[in-house]
């Protein structure tokens, strides 16, 4: 099975490639296939996706051109993909500190997914929350993360 043969023959169109990235039965080689995809929405696809393995991961991350909506997202489930190693997590955690001044929400919801991730450490975690722009409701929810992965003494 390739990637062309999942496809229709004729009158491609960004749809399909959406499409086929969405489903949750492709095989990793397929996924890995579709993260290199000229598509932001694909790539994003490919990041949530069951089968993406850590090569389509790391394609997804280094393909950039991602918008400021966009990357938010990708690094959100970049975090949260349970295919991603630790060497991955830590350019997220990276990106999503740089970005902390824009697009708040999005770039939250990626802090607090890396929280949860035991790859990182309890301290490059605690890091994050004295990072400029961190609010202290933010603060709260990473130390909660934390504390939920490790325990209440661990968190502070």
């Known amino acids: 099975m390739d990637l062309e043969s999942l496809l229709p023959a004729h009158d491609r169109s960004p749809a399909d490639y959406a499409r086929l990235a969405r489903d949750p039965g492709l095989p990793a080689p397929i996924v890995r296939e579709l993260a290199a995809s000229e598509y932001v929405f694909v790539r994003a696809a490919v990041a949530a996706h069951p ?68 790859e990182l450490s309890g301290e490059e975690v605690r890091d994050l929350t004295n990072l400029p722009g961190v609010s202290r409701r933010l603060r709260r929810g990473i130390l909660a993360v934390l504390a939920a992965r490790t325990g209440p003494r661990d968190a502070r």
């Open 51 to 118: 089968n993406a393995d850590l090569p389509a991961l790391r394609l997804v991350w280094e393909a950039g051109g991602y918008d400021d909506y966009d990357i938010h997202r990708v690094l959100r489930l970049l975090a949260q993909h349970p295919g991603a190693d630790r060497a991955l997590l830590l350019q997220v955690r990276q990106e999503a500190a740089r970005r902390l001044g824009a697009a708040v929400e999005r770039t939250h919801a990626a802090l607090l997914a890396l929280a949860a991730r035991p």
